[in-house]
């Protein structure tokens, strides 16, 4: 069992959720800051990544719990079908 799987076994649905929703906030706060903020008082780009790490581990660890991986899966292939199809469309703006 790998630490994911531990961590959705371990806690609860709201506490992941929690973990989750934090973490998207720590993410929104560095995206907004390295636009808003001038040049040397950015986060760094290590922070950013930092961030995205953390809210993509939080977000595995709640569909673990969830047992909606494969649910997700489709939605990202789906969305990706999306964006594509929007993305050939206006490829000229």
């Known amino acids: 069992m790998n630490i994911v799987e531990k961590?959705?076994?371990k806690f609860d649905e709201e506490r992941l959720t929690l973990k989750v929703a934090e973490e998207l906030a720590e993410l929104s706060?560095?995206?907004i800051k390295r636009i808003t903020r001038k040049e040397g008082f950015k986060p760094s780009l290590e922070k950013l990544i930092e961030e995205l790490g953390d809210v993509f581990f939080r977000s595995h660890c709640l569909i673990a719990k969830l047992g909606i991986h494969e649910k997700v899966e489709d939605r990202i292939r789906q969305k990706s079908i999306q964006v594509e199809?929007?993305?050939f469309e206006n490829q000229n703006l």
């Open 85 to 87: 199809k929007w993305y």
């Open 7 to 9: 961590m959705a076994e």
């Open 29 to 31: 706060e560095v995206l």
